[in-house]
């Protein structure tokens, strides 16, 4: 969780590559990571994935954060409009 947070303050701070990576580190630990902390770090990779224009990510983080069986079902509802919106738009 601590992960996470750091991430979420690496982006906050406009450093996105180094919010990417600790991101990346959550991910890396999924086994021992709760599933609401993970299915956000997906989603909120994933939106920067997105705004960067690697569709390819995103699709793949989205797709793994609507594969979790808890978690927000408002976020997951959001993931599924972006997977959506970028599948249907042929981001690919």
Do not use: W
């Not at 601590?2 to 590559?17: E, P, S, V």
């Not at 594969?67 to 599924?80: E, I």
Request: aromatic fraction near 6%; charge should be positive; include cysteine.
């Amino acid at each position: 969780m601590l992960q996470y947070r750091y991430a979420r303050l690496l982006l906050a701070q406009g450093l996105i590559d180094d919010a990417l990576s600790a991101f990346a580190a959550v991910h890396r630990l999924r086994e021992t990571t709760p599933e609401e902390i993970y299915l956000r770090a997906c989603v909120d990779a994933a939106r920067i994935h997105e705004q960067q224009r690697a569709f390819g990510v995103a699709i793949d983080l989205y797709r793994t954060a609507l594969t979790m069986s808890g978690g927000d079902r408002r976020l997951k509802a959001n993931a599924q409009r972006a997977l959506t919106r970028l599948t249907t738009a042929g981001a690919l």
